[in-house]
């Protein structure tokens, strides 16, 4: 069993910055891949970025490309998340996935593992 704690959410303002992290514990896998979804009130849960974890190979949504920074600490199974320039629809609640798969693609589905995720809220 794996377990993912997300943590760094908040409220910011349009324009601000947030770091968030994605601690894995458990049973870890070498050929991981972790990565961030978010969902939006209202709205499905949507791919933000991914990492394979051995090559660290990143994967990005194109609506976040450019402001957001998937990155991860081999040593500390953590996974984080760089949002820069944030916007009012970046409002969500940002969760953390994993599977013991190389990188399986970019829908829910393919990851069996999540973390019960962080609240991030962007004022205008």
């Known amino acids: 069993q794996v377990q993912l704690v997300e943590s760094g959410g908040g409220l910011v303002q349009t324009g601000g910055s947030l770091r968030l992290s994605c601690a894995a514990s458990?049973?870890?896998?070498?050929?991981?891949?972790m990565a961030w979804f978010r969902q939006a009130p209202g709205k499905e849960r949507e791919f933000v970025a991914g990492?394979?974890?051995?090559?660290?190979?990143?994967y990005y949504a194109d609506s976040v490309k450019g402001r957001f920074t998937i990155s991860r600490d081999n040593a500390k199974n953590t996974m984080y998340l760089q949002i820069n320039s944030l916007k009012p629809e970046d409002t969500a609640v940002y969760y953390c996935a994993a599977t013991p798969r190389p990188w399986p693609g970019r829908t829910t589905a393919q990851f069996p593992y999540w973390g019960q995720g962080t609240q991030v809220t962007v004022s205008s």
């Open positions: 458990g049973r870890t896998f070498s050929s991981d891949a």
């Open positions: 990492i394979a974890w051995n090559s660290g190979t990143t």
